[in-house]
């Protein structure tokens, strides 16, 4: 079982950046798939970024060059890291994980077993 605790949301005008962090209860995360989401009002949950338990990475089209997902196995730590922010970047954003069992890297929601409470990004124009 791993529980996962999201940190780092806010309130920031267009244009500027937040760090997201992901803390996993695990021993380690090494031997996971962790991804994030996020999720607006009426709308469904979709895939931001994912890292493979080797470290490669896969982005959604809407946030590729603009986000990046990064994770510190020591620390047991993911990180998303967002920049030039925009008003639709406003949603709940979740982590999430899976133990490793595919070289496919996937986005899909219903791929990850374990979810955190998320935390709230808000945008202003």
């Known amino acids: 079982q791993v529980q996962l605790v999201e940190s780092g949301g806010g309130s920031v005008q267009a244009g500027g950046s937040l760090r997201l962090s992901c803390a996993a209860s695990?021993?380690?995360?090494?031997?996971?798939?962790m991804a994030w989401f996020r999720q607006a009002p009426g709308k469904e949950r979709e895939g931001v970024a994912a890292?493979?338990?080797?470290?490669?990475?896969r982005y959604a089209n809407s946030v590729r060059g603009q986000f990046t997902v990064s994770k510190d196995n020591v620390k047991t730590t993911l990180y998303l890291q967002m920049n030039n922010l925009k008003p639709e970047d406003t949603a709940m954003y979740y982590c999430?994980?899976?133990?490793?069992?595919?070289?496919?890297?996937?986005?899909?929601?219903?791929?990850?077993?374990?979810w955190g409470q998320g935390t709230q990004v808000t945008v202003s124009s």
């Open positions: 999430a994980a899976r133990l490793s069992s595919s070289p496919l890297l996937t986005l899909v929601k219903n791929a990850y077993d374990y």
């Open positions: 695990a021993g380690t995360i090494g031997n996971y798939d």
């Open positions: 890292i493979r338990n080797d470290g490669m990475t």
